[in-house]
């Protein structure tokens, strides 16, 4: 029965490229890691949170709100790959959730819908979308993503998307469930050309014939980017609590 266990990893890497040192920083009373970690232990569906880290200030900031956190290889390419070095210790989880440490705004509800979902899906990669507004399609730190009639991830573009008719530009949310067996492989596949450039691994999976099954939420997530998301996310933070 143990084998059902569901485990959420949250990377978060110091120096992020578009903005260092941005899990430290603060949106209200917590900091924007200690954020993402609260939401996700309000996840019923998962049997352990950890942030994996390859840092001591991000690793102290979770321990400080009595969470677990682990330092990682400080080498790794991207945070599939972070979350993958501890997945392959924890042989008695089947499904990994990758919630991303700049989502500090992720919906409870929806990671147990993907968790829900990973279960019961014949896809072994799970994703969440949203609608999104011109703005954020004009922004290459928006990704945005296209699927096809059966919901399966076709595209995944920093550029604008056309807006096709009767139809929204959809962004990405910043979260993953695979089957653990599955996230292990994605790691050994040999990087893919584009994925370098715009820094989108997805592009790989896809490339080497993983399906991404994508569902859409209503609620908004602002993944904390560039330091002007750090802005906007303390504005919502304070709208939230009004009302």
Request: charge should be positive; aromatic fraction near 6%; hydrophobic fraction near 40%.
């Amino acid at each position: 029965m143990h084998m059902h266990k569901t485990a959420i990893i949250i990377p978060a890497r110091f120096n992020s490229s578009r903005f260092p040192g941005k899990s430290l920083e603060m949106i209200d009373e917590f900091n924007v890691i200690q954020s993402v970690y609260l939401r996700a232990k309000q996840v019923k569906q998962a049997d352990i949170v950890i942030v994996a880290t390859d840092d001591s200030r991000i690793e102290k900031t979770i321990i400080d709100i009595g969470g677990r956190a682990l330092i990682t290889n400080e080498k790794h390419i991207n945070g599939t790959s972070r979350i993958a070095e501890l997945a392959k210790l924890m042989s008695d989880y089947a499904y990994i959730v990758n919630l991303q440490g700049d989502e500090p705004f992720i919906n409870p509800n929806d990671v147990d819908n993907l968790i829900l979902r990973l279960k019961k899906s014949k896809s072994s990669i799970l994703t969440l979308m949203k609608k999104c507004n011109i703005e954020e399609n004009n922004n290459s730190n928006v990704v945005k993503i296209k699927t096809d009639k059966n919901g399966l991830a076709v595209l995944f573009s920093r550029v604008e998307v056309q807006i096709e008719k009767d139809k929204g530009v959809y962004k990405h949310i910043g979260i993953y469930g695979f089957r653990r067996d599955v996230l292990l492989e994605l790691v050994k596949l040999p990087l893919h050309p584009m994925e370098i450039s715009v820094r989108l691994e997805q592009l790989r999976w896809l490339e080497n014939g993983y399906g991404i099954q994508v569902f859409e939420t209503e609620n908004e997530s602002i993944g904390i980017d560039v330091p002007k998301d750090l802005i906007k996310a303390r504005a919502y933070y304070k709208l939230q609590q009004q009302t």
